[in-house]
Nanobody
Framework: EVQLVESGGGLVQPGGSLRLSCAAS????????MCWVRQAPGKGLEWVSG????????YYSDSVKGRFTISRDNGKNTLYLQMNSLKTEDTAVYYC??????????????RGQGTQVTVSS
């Protein structure tokens, strides 16, 4: 059974930092491009960041570029998202997913249950 389990969310003040983790199991993690997507209250899902199978290529949406860093540890089957300089508009449920920016929503890809990030003073 494929499982993607996110952790590390919480409440943080504007300007603060959080590190999200996503533990993967049930598939060969190192063969999959991975990404983070988010859903803010009352809005649709938004792709945030992606990483290639080996971790050598990373991609970011304009809204998080320069503040977020995606990484992966294929030996631990884990995906990470380091989030710095957080803004109130970063408040959302964050999901890890298999796939790239263009196909993460495909029925052939997987997505976790999400972790809540709330940025508020």
């Amino acid at each position: 059974e494929v499982q993607l389990v996110e952790s590390g969310g919480g409440l943080v003040q504007p300007g603060g930092s959080l590190r999200l983790s996503c533990a993967a199991s049930g598939f060969t993690f190192k063969y999959y491009n991975m990404c983070w997507v988010r859903q803010a209250p009352g809005k649709g899902l938004e792709w945030v960041s992606g990483i290639s199978t080996g971790g050598g290529s990373t991609y970011y949406s304009d809204s998080v570029k320069g503040r977020f860093t995606i990484s992966r540890d294929n030996g631990k089957n884990t995906l990470y998202l380091q989030m710095n300089s957080l803004k109130t508009e970063d408040t959302a449920v964050y999901y890890c997913a298999t796939g790239s920016r263009d196909n993460w929503g495909s029925p052939y890809n997987y997505r976790g249950q999400g972790t809540q990030v709330t940025v508020s003073s």
